[in-house]
Each structure stands twice: as structure tokens, then as C-alpha cells.
């Protein structure tokens, strides 16, 4: 451990010249895995947004005959319509490139959080990033290797919602309102601006949201444009309140069938336990369905809570980063690769399981969640052991508990220990 938390600062930048080098490898290395991949979801995003160009259906894909995307809202067109307009391979190279410059953004906001917050970890920022990474690695992989764009988007979101609580209101109205066009269920985040008093800045924010949304029906057209979201919104509520997940007939065309248990929703993880128990299908799917919702209601109002009461600069940081396990558990769709969101909150639990030898119980929850949530995966457990996890809903019941634990530090940071509440 001294070798990766040395006290001397000559050892440390040694260390983090390492890293940097070690970065960079991985970094090329990432683009041109991104490089080669055949297929993935950026070849759709292509197809998508060369639809929505030609002022087609774009949820419309007849070369796969059927409809696809349904998830994505009709404002993903800000996305889809420029990689559209690019060969495949440099749009991969572009994406990609923009996923490593967002890493790259996210560690300067997050050793932006330590010197404010965890003064004492600061110095190790480069080794707690690469924790986090480490812990979220797999998702991050996943991410990256389709054209996801989780880590782009959250970072960005992240930055805004920063730049809005130190006072700003123009930049981080568009920082805010641009992920929260593109990937609604990143929308909890921006409870923070009001629960912290940020008024103008929400409402700047929810302005520029809106000229986002409409701003794409000037091209397709403004009638056409409002039957797209008018059918979205209502395919978005079917989906919601369907019983049974795994029913291609209840779930709306377009929309992910859930027959492997890749959904790692609470939704779909409650749903699962038909399966187990051996009921009816249906009949559970409605319990299950409303515990769901009870759920990952109670997970955003103890985000919201902990965000409203928090009093020191280390409570207020974690109280926002609990909005993100919320945020997936919230979401009836939650992939692996968008838990690659969860970086930030890794690298700063990490952080604060660094400062003391009493923190031990933290560094375990984040060892064992690597181990069972990251490091067990098909390569390592086989095609069945992968396939038991993904049914057994592993990774929910581990965002559930990192959410818990996420609330404890908020907490712990504004109770009496003067070492937590520091800074």
C-alpha cells in the first residue's frame, strides 16, 4: 500500500507518471478496440439518426424489420443525426476519443472534490481515479466497446451540475439540459439544483432542456415531430406498467424484451423472482411491479434527503453522486454498461476509505463488489456462472447497497468526527 499512497511527493510523481503512461497505453488501446468492433449500438445510433436525416421514422428499421431504439427519446437525434453524416470507423474513433477525453474530464472534477472535500487524499487522486475505474472497469468496457455513451454524459452532467452550485447559471444550463435531453433517466441529478437552492440555475437549465427537445423538429417537422414524442411518451408508460418483462407480447415493440436477465433494474431484478418462486407470471409481475416503484421511490427520496440536509462540502458532493445508484434502480431499463456511471462514486468512496485504517468495512463493500459485480465474468465463471448472476440480479442488489452505504457517508460526514466533516 505504500507504494500507492506514498508520503513522499517526489515517489508520488513518479507514481502518477506511471499511471499517466499506463493511461495512455489503455486509452489507444480502447479506441482501437472501439475501432474494429463490427457491429454494437453505434452502428444503429448511425441508422437511427440517417432516418431521422431523411426525415423517416427513425424507430423504423426495415433492414432488421422491426422497430429499434425504443428506449431513446426523439431528441437523441441531437446525437444520432451527426454520426450519421460520418463512415462508421471514424465515428467509432470520434466516439471513442470523446469517451477517453471524458475520463479525462471526470478525474479533473473529481480531484477538484478532493481538495475541497478529502484535502488528505487529494495527493492520491490519480490512484483512487484508477480504483474507481478498477471497480466499475467492467462496465466501462461495455460502454465503451458498442459506442455507449454513459461516461460522456454523466461526466458532462456532473460538470454542470458543479459549475451551477458554485453560482454560474449559462454553461451549466447547457451542461445540465444536454445529457438530460439525450438519456432521460439521468434526470433525478437535477433534483440537486433545487433541494440546494439553485433556483435560476434549474430553471435556466429546464429552458435550454426544452429548446433541446424541440430544437430537432425544426428539420423532421414540427407536426411529425410531436406525433414522435406524443407515441414515445406512451410507449415509455406501456412499458412501465407491463406485468410481465419477459412477455414479447405485453412489452411495446421497440422495446427490450427481457428474456437473458442482462435488465439489472429493480423493476426486472423483482419481476425475476417469478422464475424462483414458480407463480404466475402476470400475477407477480403487478406485485412486483409496485414494490419496484415503492422502491426506487424511497432510493430517491433518501438521495433527495441526504442532498437537502447535507451541511459540509463532503456531504453535499455525495449526497449528488447517491442520485446515481437511484437513478438506475429508478430506471426500468439499467444495462451493465450504464452503471459505468458509478466511477465518480467508487473513486470517492475509495477516497474516503483511504484516510483511515478504521475504514476498513468500506474498502471490503468496494473489494467485494469488484470481485462479484466485475471481476466474475464469463472469461472467469463460464456461460452458465454469467447467466446464474445476470437471473439472480447481482449487480441490483449491489447498487442497492451501495446506495445505502452512499447515505451512511453522507451522514458520517456531517456527524461529529471532525476528520469526516473536514473541509
Known sequence: MRALFPADPERRRTRDRILLALAIVIAIVLVLRAARKSEGVLVRNQEWGAR??????????????????????????????????????????????????????????????????????????????????????????????????????????????ELALAGRILAPAVLVALPLALKPNLAPLALALVLRGRWRAFAAAMAVLALLVWMPGLWFGPAEWIELWARWLADVRAFAAVDDPTSAVQVPV?????????????????????????????????????????????????????????????????????????????????????????????????????????????????????????????????????????SASVVTWFTIALLVVTIREVRRADGADPAATHG
Open 254 to 390: 421497440g422495446f427490450p424484451v427481457d428474456e437473458t436477465g442482462m435488465n439489472q433494474s429493480l423493476r426486472a431484478a423483482l419481476g425475476r423472482g417469478a422464475e424462483v418462486l414458480g407463480g404466475d407470471a402476470d400475477a407477480y409481475g403487478a406485485w412486483a411491479r409496485w414494490i419496484a416503484r415503492v422502491g426506487s421511490g424511497l432510493g430517491l427520496a433518501a438521495a433527495a434527503w441526504a442532498s437537502w440536509r447535507a451541511r459540509s462540502a463532503r456531504s453535499e458532493i455525495l449526497a449528488l453522486l447517491a442520485f446515481l445508484p437511484a437513478a438506475l434502480l429508478a430506471s426500468p431499463i439499467s444495462w451493465k454498461a450504464h452503471h459505468a456511471i458509478l466511477i465518480a462514486l467508487f473513486t470517492l468512496l475509495a477516497a474516503a476509505a483511504s484516510e483511515s485504517c478504521r475504514r476498513r468495512g468500506l474498502t471490503w463493500f468496494l473489494a467485494g463488489y469488484w470481485v462479484c459485480c466485475g471481476l466474475l465474468s464469463e472469461e472467469i465463471v463460464g456461460r452458465a456462472g454469467k447467466a446464474w448472476l445476470q
Open 52 to 161: 431521422f436525416v431523411d426525415r423517416h421514422d427513425p424507430y423504423d428499421d426495415l433492414r432488421r424489420g422491426g422497430r429499434l431504439h425504443g428506449p431513446y427519446p426523439p431528441s437523441y437525434a441531437l446525437v444520432c443525426a451527426p454520426l450519421s453524416l460520418l463512415p462508421t470507423t471514424p465515428a467509432r474513433v470520434v466516439w471513442a476519443s470523446s469517451q477517453i477525453a471524458a475520463l479525462a474530464a471526470l478525474f479533473v472534477l473529481l480531484r477538484r472534490w478532493l481538495a475541497r472535500a478529502w484535502p488528505l487524499a487529494e495527493p492520491h487522486a490519480s490512484v483512487l481515479f484508477a480504483i474507481g475505474l478498477l471497480v466499475g472497469s467492467r462496465y466501462l468496457l461495455r460502454d465503451m466497446s458498442g459506442g455507449g455513451g454513459n461516461t460522456l454524459y454523466v461526466t458532462t452532467l456532473l460538470w454542470g451540475l
